[in-house]
């Protein structure tokens, strides 16, 4: 199964997270299929950008976005992602 999840980046104390595509078995910082987006929660208000239009074509072929992600879609303007 495919999933929409976050993967951490950044430097100790000081995290951002890249919206990837990734295998549901993978890693969470392992290999992944496609970077979608970024969300940095260290900057005040929190900086959250998606690519719609490939978020919405991995929804489409069955991609599941973690409960998380689906937060930050919905916060970014994209709905419910459902």
Not at 53 to 72: I, M, N, Y
């Amino acid at each position: 199964m495919v999933k929409i999840r976050l993967t951490r980046m950044g430097a100790h104390k000081r995290p951002f997270y890249r919206i990837i595509v990734a295998d549901s078995r993978a890693r969470r910082d392992g290999p992944f299929i496609e970077i979608i987006g970024y969300y940095d929660p260290m900057k005040e208000p929190s900086d959250i950008k998606v690519d719609a239009e490939k978020a919405k074509r991995w929804l489409q072929v069955g991609a599941q976005p973690t409960d998380s992600v689906k937060h930050l879609f919905q916060r970014a303007g994209l709905g419910t992602a459902e």
